[in-house]
């Protein structure tokens, strides 16, 4: 069984690139998370996706933070234009609303904004 | 707003030692309970899942209660290994319903079990 699988792992760009970090959450799940987490503040819920719908995105951050999920198996969160405030690791988690409501996350994107 | 302690931050133990982390939250309104580990460069592995009906859940040699009353829950690990040492975090889940579907996380314990 596959599990929450991202892309890239790493990325190191500089102030001002855009950035797109991407996640294939788990076969028949039908809920998606992105967290962020950093030494400051630790774990942090962006967004949240039922059903490929946003349900709540009260944690974005600002404007310069966007998410999307065009079907059920992929999602994407891009970051135009970065700064090196964002850098941090980016985590997409998923799971079966109405089935328990676990969470599994994936392995994280590392990102760096030099 | 929900808030969750993890106590002790960090733990050292020697090898074969039974022990105990501790989570606990302000809002005992929970669907879900939910205990991770962490490696250091890695993601999150789900250890075990509460539901707020359920008082422990077993797997292995790990132990996890929850007395969501009280609004506590420990994890309790059963003749530590060395690959035990990892960040244990606990995250409870309010529900379904637009802001109750976050999971809100402690900070963490951060074990050591030396050989």
Known sequence: DAGVIQSPRHEVTEMGQEVTLRCKPISGHNSLFWYRQTMMRGLELLIYFNNNVPIDDSGMPEDRFSAKMPNASFSTLKIQPSEPRDSAVYFCASGREGVGGELFFGEGSRLTVL | ?115
């Open chain 2, 1 to 115: 707003k929900q808030e969750v302690t993890q106590i002790p931050a960090a733990l050292s133990v020697p090898e074969g030692e039974n022990l105990v982390l501790n989570c606990s939250f302000t809002d005992s309104a929970i669907y879900n309970l939910q205990w991770f580990r962490q490696d250091p460069g890695k993601g999150l592995t789900s250890l075990l899942l509460i539901q707020s009906s359920q008082r422990e859940q077993t797997s292995g040699r790990l132990n996890a209660s929850l007395d969501k009353s009280s609004g506590r829950s420990t994890l309790y690990i059963a003749a530590s290994q060395p690959g035990d040492s990892a960040t244990y975090l606990c995250a409870v889940r309010r529900g379904w319903e637009t802001s109750g579907s976050r999971l809100t996380f402690g900070e963490g314990t951060q074990l050591t079990v030396n050989p």
